[in-house]
Structures are given as C-alpha cells and as structure tokens.
C-alpha cells in the first residue's frame, strides 16, 4: 500500500466507525421514543391522562412534539371531568324535576287527609304520617340537589392559600393541621368557594376519624399550583373510589353525597380540578388534588 492511500484508509475507518455509532445512537433513540409512545398508550388505555414523560436526549423537533402531547393529555382530562360534572349536572336536573313533580300532591293529599277527622286517632293515622314524613324527607333530599345546580356566580380575586387554610383550620381545632405551606402562596379564585370547598373536605375526613389533615403545595405544568388536601381517616373503599364525585352517591347511611360533587363543581366554575390520588401522600390515607390556573 502506497503512502497516498494511507491517509484514504484512515478517513474511510473514520466514515465507518462514524456510521457505525450514528446507527447505533438510532437505534437506540428509536427505541426510546418507541417505549415512550407505549407508555402514553398505557396510560391513556387506563384513563390516566397525568403522564408527563420527559423530554430530555430529544431533538428540538421531537421535544416539542412530547411537550404538546404532555400537555393534550392534561386538557383532555380537563375536558372529561368537566363533561363529567356536566352530565351529572343535567341528569340530576331532570331527575330531581321529575321527583318534585310526582311528591307534590302526594305530600298535599297526604297532609290533607291527616287533617281528616275520620283519619285523627284512626288506624290509618300512622301510615299516613309514614307516608307524609317520607315524602317530606324525599322533598329535603332533593332541595339539596337545589343548592347544588344553583351556585353563585364566583368572582375571581388574588387570594393567598395560606390564609384560606389558617382561616379554615380555626373552625376545625379537634383535628391536627399539618401545614406545610410556607410564604404567600397567591391564586386567582373566589376565596367564598375556595373556603367551602375546604370545609366540606374536611368535614368528610373528620366523619371518616380523621385526626390529622395535612395540606403542602407543589407547582405543576403550565404554572398551575397543585394543592394537596390529605387526612389519615378510614380508607375510601375500593369499589367506591370510582364513583365518589358522583351526586348523590355516599358510602355514610346519614350522608346526602352532595359534599364532594359540589366542591368539584365549585373549582370546575373557576376553571380548576379536584381528583382523587391514587397513592395518598406520605403518612396520610386520602388525597385529594385541587388544581388551581395561574
């Protein structure tokens, strides 16, 4: 070999080693990307639209593209619960409509006929009443629902987080407040709302034997504050966890399953999210998220 191609020898080894790596590097990035499309199938098979993979070792073409994707996720899940609440919303009108219709003359004809001589001190007076009290009873139930579809209109202002907490840990001093909230926190929110969303989450958690409620705080894709409502009260049992935000449905005989349906109505209006974790936080039994826009 001469010394003239010793120099085209060299530059051919480096051509090769050079393809050799680049294929190899394409490989593997096929490979990443593949596995990362699978685990988007994943979680949108099991309706867990929270994924957010990550965008490092992509090209700026690809790493806009899982950006995007990361995100369609997050609006897609904004847009079925917000259907979810809206659809149990008008099912809910028409049922409550209906109800009202059919146990209005019966409570009429009902307390009429208790006021009958012929009823008074007869036999019949207690099925009578049994029936007058259940039917009020379903009255009350139902004008419950009443306060639910009826919401004030919320009126958006600067509100620090740890106030509303502070404000609502002073009406429930029986339970331990782990707080870690540190420096204002500063959300746009109808702080009304906010508080009763509060209130009605910790109602739940003392009724389940509760005996500490945590709150902390994390920040989350697109600027939003992702708050973190926690207490060590008794499980939600599993069958149940599915179906917890739906009106009217409760696990408690007294309860009316209006408190948890509500508070998600009430930061759906505001353009948040409430979900149900599934790993609660660390030392705690439930979790719920509430997720506020910046």
């Known amino acids: 070999m001469t010394s003239d191609a010793t120099p085209w020898v060299a530059i051919t080894v480096i051509v090769v080693v050079l393809a050799v790596v680049l294929a190899l590097w394409m490989w593997r990035h096929q490979r990443m990307l593949a596995e990362r499309a699978r685990l988007m199938q994943e979680a949108i098979k099991n309706r867990d639209l929270t ?4 965008t490092s070792g992509m090209l700026s073409g690809e790493r806009a593209l899982q950006e995007t994707l990361n995100q369609l996720g997050e609006h897609i899940r904004e847009q079925v619960n ?5 659809s149990w919303e008008k099912l809910t009108r028409v049922l409550t409509h209906e109800i009202m219709n059919a146990t209005a003359p019966i409570a009429s004809i009902s307390q009429m006929m208790l006021n009958h001589p012929a009823i008074k001190g007869s036999d019949l007076e ?5 029936i007058h009290n259940t039917v009020e009873h379903l009255n009350s139930f139902v004008d419950s629902y009443r306060k639910y579809s009826e919401l004030q209109k919320p009126v958006p202002q600067e509100v620090d ?3 509303v907490v502070g404000n609502v840990g002073q009406l429930f001093t029986d339970v331990n407040w782990v707080n870690n909230l540190s420096g204002p926190i500063t959300i746009k929110t109808d702080s009304n709302l906010l508080r009763q969303i509060m209130i009605n989450l910790t109602k739940n958690a003392i009724e389940a034997h509760a005996r ?3 709150v902390d705080v994390e920040y989350g894709p697109e600027n939003k504050v992702l ?3 926690s207490n060590d009260g008794d499980l939600i049992p599993a069958e149940a966890r599915s179906s917890i935000f739906i009106p009217f449905f409760t696990t408690k005989r007294s309860g009316s399953g209006i408190g948890l349906s509500l508070s998600r109505r009430l930061l759906s209006v505001q353009g948040g999210m409430m979900s149900l974790l599934d790993t609660p936080r660390n030392g705690f039994h439930t979790t719920f998220l509430l997720e506020f826009p910046r």
């Open 51 to 54: 994924f957010r993979l990550p």
């Open 82 to 86: 917000l259907g979810e609440v809206e």
């Open 126 to 130: 207690e099925g009578m009443t049994a």
């Open 161 to 163: 987080l740890a106030d």
């Open 212 to 214: 500490s409620i945590g």
């Open 227 to 229: 708050l973190y409502y």
